[in-house]
């Protein structure tokens, strides 16, 4: 079975993009372009991975994030947090995600994270 990840991104060029290299890599994506579509989609599946943006147009991924890993169902999940404005720092002083990626980013050093977290 293959692992699912859930990506979380208001930009549709970079939804599609990271969906793109993700599924190549052999693994099932699900992708909301929302804080709403991310919370529909935790009621049918939890995910192996959530890499979340900072800025949603509904929602802050560090107010998910750190909702998230404050629920016993859910805190085991790995969150990889992207923004092209905020820090490490800054992200982890807020929630406790397990990496943080700057936009832009390489797409080996994006895909080896992923891999990092929900190996196949």
Request: overall charge negative; charged content about 25%; glycine content about 2%.
């Amino acid at each position: 079975m293959k692992k699912c990840i859930y990506v979380v991104e208001d930009n549709a060029a970079i939804r599609e993009m990271i969906s793109f290299l993700i599924t190549e890599e052999d693994y099932e994506v699900r992708a909301c372009q929302n804080g709403r579509d991310f919370w529909q989609e935790m009621q049918h599946q939890q995910p192996d991975l959530v890499v979340l943006d900072v800025m949603l147009p509904d929602a802050n991924g560090i107010e998910i994030c750190a909702k998230l890993k404050q629920n016993a169902k859910t805190y085991h999940i790995p969150i990889m947090m992207m923004s092209a404005g905020n820090t490490l720092n800054q992200v982890k002083s807020k929630c406790s995600a397990e990496d943080f990626i700057n936009k832009p980013f390489d797409i080996n050093d994006f895909v080896n994270r992923v891999e990092r977290y929900a190996p196949m």
